[in-house]
């Protein structure tokens, strides 16, 4: 029952348009994570108002926000968080089965998206078969099952050297670019944030700089 409460966020705007690729920067604790988790709809604000795709996300229910996520955002994570008992091609999958997308046109979605970040070859491998760089592919793959119209990243190079960070960034650009879909990254790293056309700098739970 710790009844203290911190403010994380506070007197914060922003937009972000459709088709953006923006990198989120600042000190670690300034609240980019929690700014992502109010982004991918993970958590609600407790005062104030987002909308997400021009729908005031305050007046939806739990359901209608957790239906909402998974069919129009796509998550990474700094630590990939893939099923370790699953091959790489289930670990693509499991988003759409949630969805009505038929199994069958489901695999073969999986497995052009595996083709896609270079990984076909290793659809049958299990994440601990897998190299950092290329779980952190096989995360990509499963953010994109549902075609999303979003993609949020936490500190996706967090743990990849900078060869490996390259590689991912190069796919996020593409996914931007040639998919035209919105990707927001949370970054400490220049070199990854250099990669977005856009640079939002938070500090102290506020933009400082957008
Ligand atoms: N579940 C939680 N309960 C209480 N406080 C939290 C919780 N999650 C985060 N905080 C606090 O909120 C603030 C912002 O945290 P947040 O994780 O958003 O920071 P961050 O910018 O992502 O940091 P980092 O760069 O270290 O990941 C910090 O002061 C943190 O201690
Ligand atoms: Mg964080």
Redesign the pocket.
């Given at each position: 029952m710790g009844g203290a409460t911190?403010t994380?966020l506070a007197d914060l705007s922003l937009t972000i348009a459709a088709g953006e690729f923006a990198a989120i920067m600042?000190p670690?604790?300034?609240?980019?994570?929690?700014l992502l988790h109010i982004l991918g709809l993970l958590d609600r604000p407790t005062s104030g108002s987002y909308r997400f795709a021009g729908r005031e996300t305050a007046t939806l229910s739990d359901d209608d926000l957790s239906g909402l996520r998974n069919q129009a955002i796509g998550f990474v994570f700094q630590s990939f968080y893939l099923v370790p008992y699953a091959t790489a091609l289930d670990n693509v999958l499991l988003p759409g089965l949630y969805s009505n997308t038929p199994k069958g046109a489901l695999t073969r979605r999986a497995m052009e998206l595996l083709d896609k970040v270079g990984l076909a070859a290793q659809a049958g491998h299990k994440p601990s078969q897998l190299s950092g760089g290329q779980q952190q592919r096989v995360a990509l793959a499963r953010a994109l099952v549902n075609d999303p119209d979003l993609i949020l990243a936490d500190e996706p190079t967090g743990q990849l050297d900078s060869t490996t960070s390259a590689e991912i960034m190069e796919l996020l650009a593409v996914i931007n670019r040639d998919a035209g879909k919105t990707v927001i990254v949370v970054t400490?790293d220049d070199a990854t944030a250099a990669y977005a056309r856009r640079q939002i700098l938070v500090h102290d739970g506020r933009v400082a700089q957008a």
């Open positions: 911190h994380v600042g670690s604790g300034s609240g980019k994570s929690t400490h």
